[in-house]
């Protein structure tokens, strides 16, 4: 798990996202299915606000995560606003066009889309839009179950076997589905691993400029 954070900026339209730099994962779901908790529970730092009012988060927020302090950023996490709450989906429709869209079909550092859905309900119909929308673009996504600590024993493997049938994925080996919970850490490492291998194998990392003798 990398060591270290930092926010770097707020986005409400195209022009203020950050100059094209590491590979971004943009983290994508429902208001209040947990995107800014899961956020911060892999940053082991409470970087993004979480709040049990739906819709907290307006902007595309970016912060840089490096293995060090002293190393420039391995990846660039997005914390998107949600959808699909009634409340708000207003302001939210006129929203994602203006730059939501933009981010999710032009952005060319957007390497992996986690898409999260609550582990303890059954799939929306607005989850498999955004699925439609990532396919029709061709963006690479991994499904998260959130909020897993709600699930029993058993109710684990059902509740995978429902999303995944609820959003009609693929073979789980191409359209995996991870659960996990911001709460006890459960699951976070496969979450993490999934990150590297999908989006940033090392090779993809900015070399260290090495040090003047
Ligand atoms: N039990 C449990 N609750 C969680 C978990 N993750 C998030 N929550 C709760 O769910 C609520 C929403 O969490 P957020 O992380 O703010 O959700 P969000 O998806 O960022 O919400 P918006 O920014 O409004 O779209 C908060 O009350 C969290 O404490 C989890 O793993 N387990
Ligand atoms: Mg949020």
Not at 46 to 66: D, E, K, L, M
Not at 91 to 103: G, L, N, R, T, V
Not at 160 to 165: F, G, I, T, Y
Request: hydrophobic residues 40%.
């Amino acid at each position: 798990m990398p060591a270290s954070s930092r926010f770097l900026l707020s986005a409400l339209a195209p022009g203020h996202f950050p100059v094209p730099g590491p590979p971004e994962i943009a983290f994508l779901g429902r208001s209040n299915v947990g995107k800014s908790s899961l956020l911060n529970a892999l940053l082991g730092s409470r970087q993004a606000h979480v709040s049990s009012t739906p819709g907290r988060t307006r902007a595309i927020n970016f912060f840089a995560v490096s293995d060090h302090a002293d190393q420039p950023a391995r990846v660039l996490f997005a914390d998107l606003p949600g959808y699909g709450y009634a409340k708000i989906s207003k302001s939210i429709s006129a929203e994602w066009p203006s730059f939501i869209d933009p981010y999710l079909r032009d952005r060319p550092t957007l390497a992996l889309c986690l898409c999260l859905v609550d582990a303890n309900i059954p799939a929306q119909s607005s989850d498999a839009q955004i699925l439609a929308i990532l396919r029709d673009v061709g963006r690479q996504f991994l499904l998260v179950g959130t909020k897993a600590d709600r699930l029993s024993g058993n109710g684990r493997a059902k509740a995978v076997s429902a999303l995944r049938q609820g959003l009609h994925l693929g073979e789980p080996q191409a359209e995996p589905l991870l659960l996990c919970s911001a709460k006890t850490g459960a699951g976070l490492k496969e979450v993490w691993s999934s990150i590297f291998s999908l989006a940033a194998p090392p090779s993809a990392t900015v070399p260290r400029p090495a040090p003047l003798s």
